[in-house]
């Protein structure tokens, strides 16, 4: 017999399901772990087991890229992403900043995707303010922004962002960088 007996795997993370700690292999084997004591204090409950389900399903029936939120976000094509970068850069530039497009290299996640990138698509704003001062702006903001200080620019990247949301984070961006904001939220010019 080649191959492995017992194969654990996270049901989030590449799955994209609940947390959880998934076991498959040979069933006389997942007997012996079935009757071992922890089995019973860490199983888990009908609503994670629920949740596990349809995101099995959705990849069984290959709808994971539109319904599973870490697939939806990693097949999002970069045309896509461009498209959207693109009419924030105009929003942003109509408004008196210094934004443009930006090509960026998303983080696939950790785990068993340690140090995989997916190329994308995202928002660079240059300002009076130092990077570092219009991050720590961007994170104190309502809602909260998460962004990258680099150099003397933040980048923005679009991948996790819902195309839904694009608006909302141009006005907290708008909110944190306008001359008037960068004084009286403290960020040093």
Not at 132 to 148: D, E, F, H, K, N
Request: hydrophobic share 45%; aromatic share 2%.
């Amino acid at each position: 017999m080649a191959g492995a007996n017992i194969v654990t795997f996270s049901g989030d993370k590449l799955l994209g399901g609940p947390q959880a700690g998934i076991i498959c292999g040979d069933r006389h084997l997942l007997d012996v772990i079935r009757r071992h004591p922890l089995a019973r204090a860490l199983r888990y409950d009908k609503v994670r087991a629920a949740h596990l389900h349809s995101t099995v399903r959705a990849h069984l029936d290959r709808s994971a890229t539109t319904t599973v939120p870490f697939w939806r976000m990693a097949a999002v094509d970069s045309s896509e992403l461009e498209t959207r970068a693109s009419a924030m850069v105009e929003k942003l530039v109509a408004a008196g900043l210094r934004a443009e497009s930006v090509p960026v290299a998303d983080a696939a996640g950790a785990g068993s995707a340690a140090g995989k990138q997916i190329a994308g698509r995202g928002v660079a704003i240059s300002s009076q303010a130092s990077a570092a001062s219009v991050a720590r702006g961007l994170r104190q903001a309502t809602p909260p922004v998460l962004s990258i200080a680099r150099s003397d620019r933040v980048l923005l990247s679009l991948r996790t962002v819902r195309p839904e949301d694009d608006e909302v984070l141009a006005n907290v961006v708008l909110s944190v960088v306008s001359p008037h904001q960068l004084t009286s939220r403290g960020i040093r010019q």
